[in-house]
């Protein structure tokens, strides 16, 4: 009896502990104010808090700290311009250190203690899809950096992604791969998670209807770094006349350079994954004449985006990549609709609703389909010279349209 | 293509065979399944890049950062996992679960100073690659191979050949009787540090110019991957480490060279691990023949 | 709201200790690839409620079975490997698993399973509903390794764990108790993510990755290995700690990382194991009202 007893009393001490100790860290977090969007804006001197969340620690912190870094150039220059409407804008940042588990606890915060009004995912699909139903549930918006994994935005009508779909971007590789570098038969190697999946999917949907080949598909894991097998592979038996690889910098840096050891001279076509200046980085001159689809053009005359670029230089000495534009992105749709229709959420997403022909750092947002993923035109780009440069451009409407939700 | 996925896999299977080596050194004497090598090997790495970086000397990279590597191995063991060990009833997890979280705060650390960004090792060699028909070897895949073996030509020196190494050996084998019959095991211990941490340095530089590139990441596949190898290997036997590097780096080169993505990468050690210990539980170089 | 989410984390965490210390606890048994019986358990009860439409009730006491059957056919398979060979074989075992979870289409592959959220009498179930249901189970299952460790069944593998030689000298038949336990353990990870899936509505391979059989071991390591206080002060104090250092922010892992050394350093027989600091410390205080009182109640209750 005696040792039931005791360990009921651990049991029991243990789980008042769970709560004791989470509300200690209540105390850290003062009262919010509450956000009164029927308030005159002018009246409420408060700053506006927007929530954030990106894997800033584990095995994506490059990513997480590239968004993090947008995160904060982004508040901190609406800041400096006086704010939104008079009022600044406040970050709640938290890391979620690229686990689910994580980042249900950081949607629950941010939804019943922080009095976010709106919230930025800069994680990848797995965090972002769990935080998503739960700020659905407390009818606080969201929109996704760049996570595109469909079921995201499924989630409901709070839920926007900022990146065009992946089903978008997939097509248009294919529309380059076919049509401007008429290519006949690809070979596909692919990162085994929702991104490569979904781009590798759409990619072969649309390049056999439109006369191309697949002839290989190699799939490889995220932390995966050894490519001499598979481009052996390709070189001597495959032989394609297109190298599509839908996955990440690490990843491409590495094909393109056993390709140019083993000689296998054949195009190759990337995605946003490889657009980061740590692809340039390691794959120096092999990088040479690779093109990809992506959301940011680095020639473009749009004056946000170089002013983008010149500021995110300045402050953290380093250029600005995918992941980090579509963060900013998000941000100043943010800015943008509060200022027109204040802090209230279901305003904010209402706004966000009826955004149409909105100037990004990414290019004009034309609108957002009505699965609330971004319709804008899909950016060429092909490294010369060691940088980014523009390429072409896909805009045809049936691309870039996302296929309804089913 | 044959022969050309041979020469990747038998490249690729000889870092994978000094990767594992520290972890092999270490287990043999204290019996210690160190994930944190993995954290010695991203250390090494960090080491080498940097002392490269302002010397420009390879040769210096290595031998300093194995040096230095290796002394904060013998620094971690005598204060840390030392201790623990022989603490009495002490169970093999304790300090498993230690090198995890040296593991982590290793990985950090470098996240924290250096920041989590991938960085280009950039050893550049100037000769291109070498044609044989149609093999092609890159120049540096020559490099790493020919310095794996003289590294395992020291090695083996050292432990067959030098009183250090009978003193190793005998501790590996039973280190009561050893210590019975007046070998110093302390020195067995530190050397085991010194050359297991110096090689996982050794094998983080190699991975670096292979793949040009060093992160705080690095050590997260070799922290398990090489587990599967040591004990593939019999566990504590280098010689069967050196024959389960190099049976896994085959494996996994032929897998995705003939078979396509049936398997994920990291699943085929495994695989073939849980194989080869159902048919024979003690690993493929059982300790008595080392 | 945000403390009953963190508390179901942290229960789910409390029961997957407590099931993997019947394991290496009470058997003995190094075994390191307990997230791959929690996934198989998640999985499976995700794949009958939101690919076949059967109840969530249902499918809980399912994915215990499933997942204890899969337990002892790997238990019975790995029960001949010696102790660190063992080990490495039950993290290979999370590997594979894991590798079939992420290349199998029926589990969603590479996009990860969305579970749909279960009615409790046709009410959607809510944080508070599962920290609820988290609670009972634990409970339950405290219960129930009270009753086996005082039963013949817990008597054997004490046994065992003090002496194998001797026990199977004495006629017990230790790979029978052992595959025993790795099966009871295993059916409870099972059960335990079947409740995790539903909960977090979706799953995705690398959420039952090697790094999690690691996270769960050092629960149990860092409470008292072979109690059931310490599997949940572990589990407790590890599960609340990425919240509870949020304030840290940067230096978050690096003290995770440290406060594990250090632990294992000076505590290595767990927070609240026999002969900790706690527990000796605690232990005088019981002895001190125990003679106050004029002697205590017998131990012992079948």
Known sequence: MNKKLKSFVSLALAVGMTFSLSACQSKETAPAPATGGTQAPAENKDPIRIGFFAPITGAAAADGLSTSNSAELAVSIINESGGINGRQVELVKYDDALDTKQAVNIAQKLTTKDNVVAVVSGSYSGPTRVAAPIFQEAGIPMLSGYAIHPDVCKAGDFIFSQSFAGSVQGKAGAKVAVDMLKAKRIAIIQVDIDFGKQLAESFTEYATANGAEIVSVDKFAMADKEFAPVVTKLKEEVKPDLIYMANYYGHGAEIVRQAKSMGLNVPILGTEGIDSFQFLEIAKENAEGVILTTNMNRDSENESTQAFIKAYKEKYGIVPDMVGASVYDSFEVLFKVIADVGTEPTAIRDAIKGLKNFETVTGNLIEYAPTREAIKPVQVQVIKDGDFHYYGVVEDTEIITPPAAN | ?????????????????????????????????????????????????????????????????????????????????????????????????????????????????????????????????????????????????????????????????TRLGLAWRATAEDSEIAKAMGVNTNISMALSYILGYGFAASAGIMVGMLYNSISPTMGDIPSYKMLAIIVLGGLGNPVGTVVAGLIIGLAETLVSAYMGSILPRDAIAFIVLIFVLLLKPSGLVSKKSA | MYFTVVAVNVGIFVLLALSLNIIIGYAGQSAMGHAAFFGIGAYTSALMTSTMGISFWISLPVALIVTGIIGAVLGLISIRLKDDFLAITTIGINFVVVAIFQYSEIFGASLGMTVSKPLFFGVKMTAPMYLTLIFILIVLTCLFINKMNKSWFGLALASIRNDEMAASSLGIDVNKYKVLAFTLGTAIAGLTGAVYAHFMTFIYSSDFAFIVSISIISMVVVGGIGTIKGAIFGAVLLGVAPELFRFLADYRMIVYGGLLVLMMRFQPQGLLGDNSFIMRNISKIFANIKKQKGGGQNAGNA
């Open chain 2, 1 to 161: 293509m044959l022969m050309q996925q041979l020469v990747n896999g038998v490249m690729i299977g000889s870092v994978y065979a000094l990767t594992a080596m520290g972890a092999t050194l270490i287990y043999g004497i204290l019996r210690i399944l160190d994930i944190a090598n993995a954290a010695a090997y991203a250390i090494g790495a960090y080491l080498g890049w940097y002392i490269y970086s302002i010397s420009h000397n390879l040769l210096l990279a290595f031998l300093l950062s194995m040096i230095l590597t290796g002394l904060i191995g013998v620094v971690i063991q005598k204060y840390i996992y030392y201790p623990i060990i022989s603490k009495p009833n002490v169970i093999p997890i304790v300090p498993l679960i230690t090198s995890v979280g040296l593991f982590t705060i290793t990985g950090d650390l470098i996240r924290l100073i250096l920041g989590p960004n991938v960085k280009e090792f950039g050893v550049v060699f100037k000769s291109g690659a070498i044609k044989i028909g149609k093999l092609i070897i890159n120049p540096e895949w020559i490099f790493i191979i020919v310095l794996t073996a003289v590294l395992f030509a020291i090695l083996w020196f050292i432990l067959n050949k």
